[in-house]
């Protein structure tokens, strides 16, 4: 099972990106999904999560009201649509899928499986 993760780029404080994981070798229903994110000289923290058919999903606070999860399992595709982005949500941005758990999880460790990672730079 692979996980590629791409949509990054360059943009400016208050501007917009949509980020795509595609999930190859197996299909994507199986697993609950993530993104993650992790900035220079920091650990890396959980953006959001999305359950397997999409009916759950959860936020950090950072990113409440700004980012949407979204899943298209016809696709085998996760998004992360990313609105109003600040300085601050510069990072490399990781998914990343957890086949084991019942429940959505906000802990890299719980994630199995991960992307190569995208960089959102947000700067003008």
């Known amino acids: 099972v692979q996980l590629q993760a791409s949509g990054g780029g360059l943009v400016q404080p208050g501007g917009s990106l949509r980020l795509s994981c595609l999930v190859s070798?197996?299909?994507?229903?199986?697993?609950?999904m993530g993104w993650f994110r992790q900035a220079p000289g920091k650990e890396r923290e959980f953006v959001s999560a999305i359950s397997r058919t999409g009916g759950t999903t959860f936020y950090a606070d950072s990113v409440k009201g700004r980012f949407i999860i979204s899943r298209e399992n016809a696709k085998n595709t996760m998004y992360l649509q990313m609105s109003t982005l600040k300085p601050e949500d510069t990072a490399v941005y990781y998914c990343?899928?957890?086949?084991?758990?019942?429940?959505?999880?906000?802990?890299?460790?719980?994630?199995?499986?991960w992307g190569q990672g995208t960089q959102v730079t947000v700067s003008s």
């Open positions: 070798g197996r299909p994507s229903r199986s697993y609950n």
């Open positions: 990343a899928a957890d086949q084991t758990g019942l429940t959505l999880q906000m802990r890299p460790v719980d994630y199995a499986l």
